[in-house]
């Protein structure tokens, strides 16, 4: 007689926080919430820390609750969590008027959002591809200025050889080198 449970939203190594009504705009959020995405959870708390836009605070604010959620309740670790999503959602908008011109009314829409955060906790496996991707980068970065720094190289040896040809001293009038192209 007795209803089913609901199925839980997030997995066991997840943990999720939910703001409603955030006053700002979907598409403004979703600038804040694109830049921490993917990123470790302590990065991205720095992040959103020295982010200059308004509604960074709030962001930050939710992600505090999802580690909190994640250390309290799913007893994760707080070291090792990353931000696996962060999604925006549109909700209610304030209608208002403004008075114009001539009688006339415009009106101002005040757009509300609402925003997820889920957390997860990296697996080994999932740490060593970072840090070997993080590596792979860095390799191929180093590969591109030694690349780059060999082209340099030999660009400047061109031209120094070019300059000690140009200055390369010219034998005197009354030598025999002239002597034999004078006769």
């Given at each position: 007689?007795?209803?089913?449970?609901?199925?839980?939203?997030?997995a066991?190594?997840?943990a999720?926080?939910y703001?409603?009504?955030?006053?700002?705009?979907?598409?403004?959020?979703?600038l804040?919430?694109?830049?921490?995405?993917?990123?470790?959870?302590?990065?991205?708390l720095?992040?959103?820390?020295?982010?200059?836009?308004?509604i960074?605070q709030d962001?930050?604010?939710v992600?505090q609750?999802?580690?909190?959620?994640?250390e309290n309740?799913q007893?994760l670790?707080?070291?090792?969590?990353i931000?696996?999503e962060?999604?925006?959602?549109?909700?209610?908008?304030?209608?208002?008027?403004?008075?114009?011109?001539?009688?006339?009314?415009?009106?101002?829409?005040?757009?509300?959002?609402?925003l997820?955060i889920?957390?997860?906790?990296?697996t080994?496996?999932?740490?060593?591809?970072?840090?070997?991707?993080k590596?792979?980068r860095?390799?191929?970065?180093?590969?591109?200025?030694e690349?780059?720094?060999a082209k340099?190289?030999?660009a400047?040896?061109?031209?120094?050889?070019?300059?000690?040809?140009k200055?390369?001293?010219k034998?005197?009038?009354?030598t025999?080198?002239?002597?034999?192209?004078?006769?």
């Open positions: 007689m007795s209803q089913e449970a609901n199925k839980p939203r997030t066991d190594n997840e999720m926080a703001a409603k009504y955030i006053r700002t705009s979907p598409r403004k959020l979703n804040v919430a694109a830049m921490i995405r993917g990123k470790t959870a302590e990065k991205a720095i992040d959103l820390q020295f982010c200059r836009r308004r960074a962001v930050k604010k992600l609750s999802a580690v909190a959620n994640a309740n007893s670790d707080v070291d090792r969590l931000v696996a962060a999604s925006v959602g549109k909700t209610m908008t304030m209608k208002r008027f403004s008075a114009r011109a001539r009688g006339r009314a415009a009106r101002i829409e005040k757009p509300f959002s609402n997820t889920i957390v997860r906790e990296e080994d496996e999932m740490i060593k591809a970072r840090t070997a991707k590596l792979s860095g390799m191929k970065r180093n590969a591109a200025i690349k780059s720094a340099e190289k030999t400047a040896d061109k031209k120094s050889a070019a300059a000690a040809k200055s390369s001293p034998p005197a009038a009354g025999a080198a002239n002597a034999k192209k004078e006769a």
